[in-house]
T-cell receptor, first 111, second 114 residues
Framework: SQQGEEDPQALSIQEGENATMNCSYKTSINNLQWYRQNSGRGLVHLILIRSNEREKHSGRLRVTLDTSKKSSSLLITASRAADTASYFCATVSGSARQLTFGSGTQLTVLP | GAGVSQTPSNKVTEKGKYVELRCDPISGHTALYWYRQSLGQGPEFLIYFQGTGAADDSGLPNDRFFAVRPEGSVSTLKIQRTERGDSAVYLC????????????FGQGTRLTVV
């Protein structure tokens, strides 16, 4: 089963614009992670935010976490064509030891 | 090695056959995960190893699926009596501290059952 659900399922923007993707989850979490995947193969870790954190930055990435709403958002600023990929949120809940992934957002950045 | 290595990268097998998929994690990583991903979906958890033991195998879909990690490093996912529904990309990941830290994924094995 998948705990997280990303929104939107697909997003198409122009290069230079910002892209925002949202993730909602169902149970309380220890941490939430965002991953990127190109061409349906290996995933690359982008950023991890812990349950006691509200916001985190890494380069052009900004992640927020609202545990009261059980939601997170990933913002990519000044997008580039190379940012085109699928983006997944993954949660770690309670005593669970595994990452539980959402269904992903397909981002297309048009040059 | 520098990253997680999975072999083979592609595997085509006939329905009913047995397959083994291999994962070489990053050296020193004690946690190892197997996931399965179908087209257009997020990765689906199969099994998690901490060291040599399977700490959580709740994601294995049925008893045709089995995984081992005998020396706490390389892991093999074994699928018996393959079915067409087993076709997917099988992803392996490792991490240094389980789910508390980032996981490093391999490029996956694309399994096609014909």
């Amino acid at each position: 089963s998948q705990q997280g659900e990303e929104d939107p399922q697909a997003l198409s923007i122009q290069e230079g614009e910002n892209a925002t993707m949202n993730c909602s989850y169902k149970t309380s979490i220890n941490n939430l992670q965002w991953y990127r995947q190109n061409s349906g193969r290996g995933l690359v870790h982008l950023i991890l935010i812990r349950s006691n954190e509200r916001e985190k930055h890494s380069g052009r990435l900004r992640v927020t976490l609202d545990t009261s709403k059980k939601s997170s958002s990933l913002l990519i600023t000044a997008s580039r064509a190379a940012d085109t990929a699928s983006y997944f949120c993954a949660t770690v809940s309670g005593s669970a030891r595994q990452l539980t992934f959402g269904s992903g957002t397909q981002l297309t950045v048009l040059p | 090695g520098a990253g997680v290595s999975q072999t083979p990268s592609n595997k085509v097998t006939e329905k009913g056959k047995y397959v083994e998929l291999r994962c070489d994690p990053i050296s020193g990583h004690t946690a190892l995960y197997w996931y399965r991903q179908s087209l257009g979906q997020g990765p689906e958890f199969l099994i998690y190893f901490q060291g040599t033991g399977a700490a959580d195998d709740s994601g294995l879909p049925n008893d045709r699926f089995f995984a081992v990690r005998p020396e706490g490093s390389v892991s093999t996912l074994k699928i018996q009596r393959t079915e067409r529904g087993d076709s997917a990309v099988y992803l392996c990941a490792s991490s240094s501290q389980g789910s508390l830290t980032e996981a490093f994924f391999g490029q996956g094995t694309r399994l096609t059952v014909v």
